[in-house]
């Protein structure tokens, strides 16, 4: 866990420094030894594309690497505009475009502009500004309303179905309910498609005018339309063209009954593919012009839609000034236990809706359960029940739920034909515990009666979506909206399905059998999700096509951001700290947009993966204003970045925050407070006070006592939670008892821990078989061991932490090639992460108190093997650091590497250990004698980075080539003022004119020269590269930590021009 201090801003940059003049010269830097061997030819690898950053003047680079990682704005906001002009204009929707220009997005359709926003829209920016666009287009269509009229009706009921059926209702006649609307339009209709060439259907258009006339006078709906129509089928032209001038498309007091049905059809629809967006657009439009032409008080639905937008800030300030017993208010301000008083009181629909869906966000399995038993028992397969399940994400309905969803969408479908019989007979059935034969019983059931099988389901859901969609013509429910909700529901099934198999089963062959379900590349939709989990499963089985991965990142596709963000977890490993992170994240961006989970992503990924400062700073105070409290683990996260201990304590006690975002806030203030504080221990009991049946807060206060020592009170805390007999939906209680063996070890009761870990091995947990293992190795059962560990890798090949420590088991058996075959085994990349977290872990827990001499054998050992030398460089580490100097010198001097880049890595670490051993003197003719002459040079690289100024002027011989004098140059910079003597030596060097204008740079780092020099030399990607680096460096030593933040990011995106020379 990282901890920034309080110069976490000056150290991360210190960071990126480092990282930036890897790039510079690393990569930039010509090599000196000799031309390689010619071999034969490979397949070409991708070619990189060429930096944006080329193409523009230098004075540039730094808005392009902006715009380069700008977000556009959310999109569901933009669809937003062109469903305003489509009802309001009575025409299709047109594209929408944004264009950023003066710190603004300008918003334009048709290239008409109709709106601006800010670079980081909020809900309140988007909702100003279509209202603004809504009163433009609806001028001249009904009173605009500057304050608030009369609540909206409400929908009779809340089931989909019925919403869907009144919006499409809202398509067909007005919002009166007596017959006179709606028979009059039937009549038009039908005698627009009447064919009479001989006169015989006059009382059918005598009719249509009479029912015309009577709903003018008696009806009260617009039916200017159907008139126009009429009589131009009756052959009035000029009347007919008339009453069309006048036709300004739908009817403005249509709008509060619609803007509530899609917002109430919101709240309901699932979707975790981002396949709803069009709803949620028409949603938000309906709103704003609801806002501007209706006149209802619609402050509710209002708030109930930024909330489900994620922009929880506005939708708090919307539902603060709502009735203190709506319990939408209370839904929204996280006043839970006000919601459940106020649902079980009133019997209100919406409350018991409203209080499901919240133990579902908060992924209270017990809790949800309770409420589904007590307000849902008579309707199992209610899209509430199915949605709430899903979004629970856990173990138990994520097992149940997803196979027999795809059936239930289906019947929705079909439910004016579908035999629905199976109903009845599945409804004594026990949903919720998860038994194969129940899940297979009802999902045969429903198959047969659907005559559906499971190879059949997606080309046959399609085909149905498609049929079903000609129903819809819109202009409020499209046949788009309608088949997006329907899609929501099925793919997000077919989404946790493919999810659970590969991440919580954690199965590789399950996830290959159900892939194997997906259709082929008959359809688009089907086609994209079965390729994109395709090429999941072949990386979880170390297969990985980066190609294909990468492909995936920006392929046009019907899904949005989120199995993006899964195929980048895929690629994370190949991507670390190389150059093609960057072009990865940029096609991330490409189709990202600034809804606050999209933000709330690039700013983990700036982080992490770009070492962008600025932008992750910028967006993650830009998340705490408009979504605080909808995504509270980035919250929790920024303030443990910031070093904001107050706000992580404010957040601990905050009841508006998710459990699982508390937990957070009290782990970063432990790593935050001293040792061993006793307050941690005290915020944890707090909390549990308040949920008692929560594992994983459980858990967490486990763990804390453990890493105390007071293994008998963690293993009484756990004991305690088994015996509550909490409803699990999961493996709760298999980590319980996994904890509690742990305890045991810890005293070294190893008979009783096995005894404690005993009834957690059937669940084949891999926690469980793991820590079985080391138990029966410390009972002196090696091989029953092995076996255990054996059965554990065999299950699950992708998790690494499993291997090594089977490694370790090895290791301390003296096995050490063993140790490095299994570790070889690996199918997995191994990349600097792996060797951190896991292999080096293991390394040192197996060796630390052994001697020097057997250390020795096991690195050797490895080395042997083939596996990466820096990889094998991160081991001797915690050596070094507990004093061990000699055995650290004896692991990293005895690296035999080829004449690298990396060798000479090895060597300077050497050299900085023998210098704390024997001293400077001896250390450095050890160097000397050692150092590759063909490396000498390039060595210079190494030696700035690690801090090493003095080699860049003891170990290379003279005369030194002017990329050494840059470097030294660069050195003293960051020194300050660094070596009077040495000083002078460079500014006599770069005193006259030198090759590739060498002096320029040099100069420039000194103070004597102006930096537009440094750009009139940057001709190509190397020299920008060069001068990026060197300006970035000097405004650091200027404080202008911004400025240099943004210039070392300009090196990094260019330096990857230079990775082949």
């Excluded at 554990?792 to 420590?805: A, F, I, K, S």
């Excluded at 160097?927 to 003891?954: C, H, M, Q, Y």
């Excluded at 003293?972 to 009077?980: A, F, P, T």
């Amino acid at each position: 866990m990282r901890r920034p201090g309080g110069a976490g801003r000056l150290l991360l940059l210190t960071a990126l420094l480092g990282t930036a003049a890897y790039f510079w010269w690393a990569r930039a830097v010509p090599p000196e030894s000799p031309a390689p061997v010619p071999v034969a030819a490979a397949a070409p690898a991708p070619a990189s594309p060429v930096s944006p950053l080329l193409a523009l003047p230098p004075d540039q680079m730094r808005d392009a690497l902006h715009a380069a990682y700008r977000l556009q704005p959310d999109r569901r906001c933009l669809t937003a505009f062109a469903e305003v002009q489509a009802w309001l204009g009575g025409r299709d929707p047109l594209p929408v475009s944004a264009t950023f220009a003066q710190d603004a997005w300008r918003i334009e359709i048709a290239g008409e502009g109709v709106g601006t926003l800010p670079e980081l829209p909020d809900f309140d920016d988007c909702m100003k500004a279509l209202e603004k666009w809504a009163a433009v287009v609806g001028k001249g269509k009904g009173a605009v309303h500057r304050g608030r009229g009369a609540p909206a009706p409400g929908p009779p009921r809340l089931n989909p179905v019925d919403l869907l059926a009144d919006l499409r209702a809202a398509d067909s006649h007005g919002a009166d309910p007596r017959e006179l609307p709606r028979v009059s339009r039937d009549l038009v209709y039908l005698t627009l498609q009447s064919l009479d060439l001989l006169d015989v259907t006059d009382r059918l258009r005598a009719k249509a005018w009479a029912f015309l006339a009577m709903s003018a006078v008696l009806g009260g709906a617009d039916l200017r339309r159907e008139t126009a129509l009429l009589a131009y089928l009756l052959d009035y032209s000029e009347s007919a063209r008339r009453l069309a001038a006048a036709l300004h498309g739908a009817d403005p007091r249509e709008l509060p009954r619609v803007s509530r049905d899609l917002v109430y059809l919101t709240l309901q629809s699932l979707d975790l593919l981002d396949v709803t967006d069009r709803l949620r657009a028409k949603a938000w439009a309906f709103l704003a012009m609801s806002a501007v032409l209706g006149g209802a008080d619609l402050r509710r639905e209002t708030a109930l839609l930024a909330y489900l937008l994620d922009y929880s800030e506005s939708a708090r300030r919307l539902a603060a000034a709502l009735p203190g017993a709506d319990p939408v208010r209370a839904f929204v301000l996280h006043d839970d236990r006000g919601l459940t008083a106020l649902a079980e009181a009133s019997r209100d629909e919406l409350g018991a809706l409203l209080v499901l869906l919240r133990r579902a966000e908060e992924h209270d399995y017990p809790g949800w359960l309770a409420w589904v038993q007590a307000h849902y028992v008579g309707r199992p397969f209610a899209f509430p029940v199915l949605k709430s399940a899903l979004e629970l994400n856990a173990f138990l309905p994520n097992r149940v739920f997803p196979e027999v969803m795809p059936y239930l969408v289906l019947t929705y479908l079909f439910r004016e034909t579908a035999d629905t019989s199976w109903t009845r007979q599945v409804r004594e059935l026990d949903l919720y515990t998860g038994s194969d034969d129940a899940v297979g019983v009802i999902a045969a059931l429903i198959g047969r009666a659907l005559r559906v099988q499971a190879g059949d389901l997606v080309l046959r859901f399609e085909g149905e979506l498609e049929l079903a969609g000609e129903h819809y013509r819109g202009p409020v429910l499209d046949a788009d909206t309608y088949a997006a909700f329907y899609a929501g529901y099925f793919y997000s099934a077919l989404w946790a399905s493919a999810q659970f198999r590969l991440d919580q089963l954690a199965s590789v062959p399950a996830a290959e059998e159900f892939a194997h379900t997906l259709p082929g590349d008959g359809m688009p939709r089907p086609a994209a999700f079965a390729r994109w989990y395709r090429h999941r499963i072949d990386a979880r089985a170390g297969k990985a096509q980066v190609p294909l991965l990468l492909a995936d990142l920006s392929a046009s596709a019907p899904f949005g951001a989120q199995p993006r963000f899964r195929t980048f977890e895929a690629l994370d490993p190949y991507l670390v700290g190389g150059p093609g992170r960057f072009e990865a994240v940029r096609r991330m961006v490409s189709s990202m947009d600034s809804r606050p989970l999209h933000v709330a992503w690039l700013a983990r990924t700036a982080e992490r993966h770009l070492d962008d400062l600025n932008l992750a700073e910028r967006l993650y105070r830009h998340l705490l204003r408009v979504a605080e409290r909808r995504l509270p683990d980035d919250a929790v996260w920024s303030a443990y970045l910031f070093g904001d201990t107050p706000r992580l304590a404010r957040y601990v006690d905050d009841p508006t925050l998710s459990l699982d975002s508390r937990r957070r806030a009290i782990g970063y203030l432990a790593s935050l407070r001293p040792a061993r504080d006793p307050s941690i221990e005290q915020l944890y009991r707090r909390r549990l006070r308040d949920f008692p049946d929560s594992w994983r807060l459980t858990g967490d206060l486990v763990t804390h006592l453990e890493w105390k020592g007071e293994y008998a009170t963690a293993r009484a805390v756990a004991s305690a939670w088994l015996a509550r007999g909490v409803p699990q939906a999961g493996l709760e209680g298999v980590s319980a008892r996994t904890a509690i063996a742990r305890t045991y070890c810890e005293e070294g009761r190893y008979a009783e821990a096995w005894e404690a870990i005993k009834p957690a091995l059937a669940s084949w947990d891999a926690g469980a078989l793991a820590r079985a293992a080391l138990i029966r190795d410390r009972l002196a059962d090696p091989r029953h061991a092995e076996a255990l560990f054996l059965l554990d890798m065999d299950r699950y090949p992708d998790l690494l932490w499993v291997r090594t420590y089977y490694v370790q088991l090895l290791w301390e058996h003296g096995r050490y090639k063993d140790a490095a075959d299994a570790l070889r085994a690996w199918k997995g990349p191994l990349g600097p992460q792996a060797w951190l977290d896991d292999i080096r872990a293991r390394f040192y827990e197996a060796f630390k108190k052994m001697p020097d001499e057997e250390v020795l054998q096991a690195f050797e050992a490895l080395e042997r093997n083939g596996l990466p030398a820096r990889g094998l460089s991160y081991l001797w580490s915690p050596f070094e650091l507990e004093g061990r100097h000699e055995l650290a010198f004896r692991m990293s001097s005895g690296l035999r590497t080829a004449q690298s880049i990396a060798g000479v890595e090895f060597l300077t670490a050497s050299y900085q250990m023998l210098k704390q051993l024997k001293g400077e003197a001896q250390a450095l003719d050890w160097i000397r004698g050692r150092l590759p002459k063909a490396l000498r040079n390039r060595a210079s690289t190494v030696f700035f980075d690690r801090g090493e100024d003095g080699l860049l002027w003891d170990a290379i011989d003279p005369p030194a080539p002017e990329w050494v004098w840059l470097v030294r140059a660069l050195a003293e910079v960051r020194r300050g003022r660094g070596d009077g003597a040495r000083r002078a030596m460079l500014a006599d060097h770069f005193g006259t004119p030198r090759p590739g204008q060498a002096e320029v740079l040099g100069n420039f780092l000194l103070g004597k020269a102006s930096e537009q020099g440094v750009w009139q030399r940057a001709i190509d990607a190397r020299t920008r590269a060069e001068g990026a680096y060197a300006v970035g460096l000097r405004r650091l030593c200027e404080g202008r930590y911004r400025e240099a933040s943004d210039w070392f990011r300009v090196t990094q995106e260019l330096a990857h021009e230079n990775m082949g020379e």
